[in-house]
């Protein structure tokens, strides 16, 4: 059996909890090429590249990609048209 | 007593090339990708120059065969740090494709089966700096390192040299590509180390 090239969304905890505040892996994102919803973690994630590169499962389009430099990130979301998070009701 | 053997030490220092700052050397070719790799058949591969004023140039695989052969060996560096010396290819130099192709582009910005695009100053892909390769080490390009072709552009970072390549588009602007429309420097010398914007 041959390994997949790419691995799940799960990844991007460490890489993503660098840059936000929230916990990214209860996240949905909504793929701006094909527009299905799901889960970041469901994202498939190329990281033997230059950086990472998150496509949706669905359509394969690239939704997010993150690059990190040593002393800087570089963010790019314009692949998803949003991510949404589970918030406390109590606040 | 330590676990290496006093006195050997590797291969002398003097022996060794110089490499790009802040690169080491792999006898391997690592294979990195940013997503699926494509897969296209020679009958159905196509490498198309369009021009700033829409004008196309085609070939065909049979065409690209029938043009002047060269079999270019470089040293290749990728921005990750890895560097390998020595690569043997073979392929058409840009200069036999770019030859006939009238514009007063400064820009090429290479589109790639797939989806991948890169850019490039048109300058670089010129004087027998830059090829479209077909072939490594005497073997036809396999898909994971950019077949049936991919440019080849060893002066500069390695993800200039686009794997899967179908195509360039001459431009009067710079167009920034995959990379370098996400942190990345949008030259990429790597004797200057010119991996990140604003290095």
Redesign the interface.
Known sequence: MTALPYVDGNMLDGPLGEVFAVDLSSATARCAHCGTPGPVAGLRVYSHAPGLVARCPTCVEVMLRLVRAPDRAWLDLRGATFLQFPMSPDR | MGIVTPGFQGRPRSGTPDLPPGQYLTPDF????????PKVPQDQWEFVISTETGTEHRWSWAELMALPQETPTVDIHC??RWSKLGTTWRGVSLDTLLDGVESAADYALAHSYG?YTTNLPLDDLRDGQAWLVHTYDGDDLPAEHGGPARLLVPHLYF?KSAKWVRGLHLTIEDTPGF?E????HDYGDPWREQ??QGD
């Open positions: 690592p294979v990195l990708s940013a997503g699926p790799t921005v990750t989806g993800w990379w429309t996400a942190g990345y991996r990140y």
